[in-house]
């Protein structure tokens, strides 16, 4: 039984799939981030914009 729990702990210390999944997790919190952050910044500008698109001015 001991042989298998240890089998176990190098399966899963060499086991990179996880890692992986958190370094996506991470970068699309970033974008998210910044998605805000810009929208935030330009939320009246992009309003204007786009009641001169509808209104045709």
Known sequence: ???????L???LRDDEG???A???AVLGAIVVAAIVAVGASF????GTAFGKIFTGA
């Open 1 to 7: 039984m001991p042989r298998s729990i240890l089998s």
């Open 9 to 11: 702990i190098r399966r």
């Open 18 to 20: 996880g890692l992986t």
């Open 22 to 24: 958190v370094e996506y």
């Open 43 to 46: 939320q009246s500008g992009l």
